[in-house]
């Protein structure tokens, strides 16, 4: 049997851009997911997916992003505490996935955290019996962006530390519950940024400047290419959809320029999708 897996990275405001490119998907194929995984903003569009909720893509576009998740008149002071509070982002979680218990979901779902207390990362499933806008807010919470946030007595940060692409996880997930069935992914990102530095200024950067200048896009990017190596390896119907884009995580008056990015993204990989999706295109059922 094909199974049909759902895989998306993290990116702060630019989750934008997978909501956008997803809203397309789903109104050229009747697919329903077997799995889905999201790390960071990426659960939030993964949840909505999940849950039933994916009616809330447009609503949630027609809303601006930066205002409703980062809580930009409440800025903190650069360097001495996080940029945002992380109040606003908790309420907008709450706002369209409050109220649900994780292991309600219409489809398996997974996302996870960097649990600090433990030092290591925790999974977080469908199965579970907790509040999903909980585990939400645990799993946004990004370092240098939004503070901590405790969860089970342990202190939870954003995930996007050590893996924003979450394609080996989601596989790893679907082959222990299908070993027989043939697993086909889409994994997506939600734009790569690109060094933010063109020289060697960065050797005598401090703390402030690694801060300041995307520590985080570093961090992640050499774990991500490692992920997706080993996930387009194992996995034989794999397809990665993610492009360069010069637009922070918190970027403001970037939405527009996302949802048209999105757009041409999707046209450009047409082919790729039908590809992958051409079973449900010649059934025309999907499983729904």
Request: net charge negative; hydrophobic share 40%.
């Amino acid at each position: 049997m094909k199974r049909y897996l759902l895989a998306i990275d993290g990116g702060g405001v630019r989750n934008a851009f997978s909501m956008r490119f997803m809203q397309m998907l789903f109104e050229h194929y009747p697919v329903q997911f077997d799995m889905i995984g999201g790390i960071s903003a990426g659960a939030l569009t993964g949840a909505l997916i999940a849950y039933g909720k994916q009616n809330l893509f447009e609503p949630i576009l027609a809303t601006d992003l930066y205002s409703e998740f980062f809580d930009p008149d409440t800025i903190t002071v650069p360097y001495i505490r996080c940029k945002y509070n992380g109040k606003r982002k908790r309420e907008f979680i709450d706002k369209y996935l409050g109220n649900i218990n994780m292991n309600t979901a219409r489809i398996p779902f997974l996302t996870a955290t960097y649990n600090w207390s433990l030092k290591k990362p925790q999974v977080f499933y469908s199965s579970e019996d907790c509040s999903l806008v909980d585990v939400l807010n645990a799993a946004t919470a990004a370092c240098t962006y939004f503070p901590p946030v405790t969860l089970n007595d342990c202190i939870h940060v954003d995930s996007g530390v050590v893996m924003n692409n979450p394609s080996l996880l989601v596989y790893a997930s679907a082959y222990r519950k299908w070993p027989q069935d043939e697993l086909y992914m889409l994994s997506l990102g939600c734009g790569r940024s690109p060094a933010q530095t063109s020289d060697f200024k960065f050797i005598n950067y401090s703390t402030a400047d690694w801060a300041l200048h995307g520590i985080l896009d570093l961090l992640e990017s050499g774990p991500n290419q490692v992920y997706e190596n080993l996930a387009e390896t194992l996995c034989d119907n794999y397809l990665r959809i993610d492009i360069p884009l010069e637009i922070p995580l918190d970027a403001q008056n970037a939405q527009c320029e996302l949802l048209c990015e999105a757009v041409t993204t999707y046209r450009n990989n047409e082919p790729a999708l039908e590809i992958l999706f051409k079973e449900i295109q010649k059934n025309d059922n999907g499983r729904l």
